[in-house]
């Protein structure tokens, strides 16, 4: 069956970094596009960053163009996201997902998802 399972979260100070990974397994991880989504309590998720299966197009919400970075390793089976200058709204569960549809948009709908590794930016 198919399994994300994230990992690298923690309390970081504002201005600081964080690599998030994520495990993939129980599909073929080089042929599917693959997502970062975030998700505040109380609030509707937020699309983080996309990218394609063999890692050549990269998508970033606005809110983190410019700091945050996914890449992946398909002979690992893994996904990540490198994010720097993190501000305290950057505080969110991060969930890596599998997207169905177009890339960079908010609302593509993703049929997998993992459990989440908790952010939280403050000093």
Known sequence: QVQLVESGG???QPGGSLR???AASGFTFATYDMS???QVPGKGREWVSDINSDGTNTYYADSVKG???ISRDNAGNMLYLQMNS???EDTAAYFCARP???LGL???RRDYWGQG???TVSS
């Open 10 to 12: 923690g309390l970081v």
């Open 86 to 88: 993190l501000k305290p």
């Open 67 to 69: 700091r945050f970075t």
């Open 100 to 102: 169905v549809g177009f």
């Open 20 to 22: 998030l990974s994520c």
């Open 106 to 108: 908010e609302n593509t």
């Open 117 to 119: 590794t908790q952010v």
């Open 36 to 38: 970062w989504v975030r």
